[in-house]
Structures are given as structure tokens and as C-alpha cells.
């Protein structure tokens, strides 16, 4: 069964910074491309980040140059460094991964306020 989980979300004031991890079981995260996407209140979800099996990253243009996708595969973690946050990041943060199924976590929410 695959879980993933999401960690590291909290509040944070503009121009702050946090790091998301999504932990992995039951699937390996080393052989797998994996997404992080948010979704703002009355907004639909859209793809932040996404590190390719290869270790190809890719990020939306609003937050390039702020955000850093990395993998520890000995961990099965995918992490999300964000930094200069800003109020329009605020969002839940959802780990995604598309293997035999399209599988979620469950979220972790990120406010950016002052």
C-alpha cells in the first residue's frame, strides 16, 4: 500500500521560509517522478514542482528562483524548500506521485502572513 506524507507546513511571515517533506512507503521514490502542488481556497490545484526520475526539476513560474525540489532516496523523502515567501503561497501542499495509480498525501498547509 502506498502512503505518502506530508510535513513542515506551519505559519510564516513574507519573506520567510520553510522546507515540506513527503515521506514515502510502499513505493520508491528513486525510480519514480514526483510532484509537489498546491491549492489555494477557491482555486484549482496546480503543480509547483516536479523532480524527474532522472533528477530533472522543473518549477511554475511563480515560484522559480524561490522554491528547491530535492530527493533523498536513501530517506524515500522528496522535500520542498521554499523561500521568500509571499502572502499568494498560502495554500495547502500536496506530495504526488504516478505509478501504477496517481497517489496523494494528505496536505500540509502553508500561510504565509504577517
Known amino acids: 500500500q502506498v502512503q505518502l506524507v506530508e510535513s513542515g507546513g506551519g505559519l510564516v511571515q513574507p519573506g520567510g521560509s520553510l522546507r515540506l517533506s513527503c515521506a514515502a512507503s510502499?513505493?520508491?521514490?528513486?525510480?519514480?517522478?514526483i510532484n509537489w502542488y498546491r491549492q489555494a481556497p477557491g482555486k484549482q490545484r496546480e503543480l509547483v514542482a516536479r523532480i524527474s526520475r532522472g533528477g530533472t526539476t522543473t518549477y511554475a513560474d511563480s515560484v522559480k528562483g524561490r522554491f528547491t525540489i530535492s530527493r533523498d532516496s536513501a530517506k524515500n523523502t522528496v522535500y520542498l524548500q521554499m523561500s521568500s515567501l509571499k502572502p499568494e503561497d498560502t495554500a495547502i501542499y500536496y506530495c504526488?506521485?504516478?505509478?501504477?495509480?496517481?497517489?496523494w498525501g494528505q496536505g500540509t498547509q502553508v500561510t504565509v502572513s504577517s
Open positions: 504526488n506521485v504516478v505509478n501504477t495509480g496517481n497517489y
Open positions: 510502499g513505493i520508491s521514490f528513486s525510480i519514480n517522478a
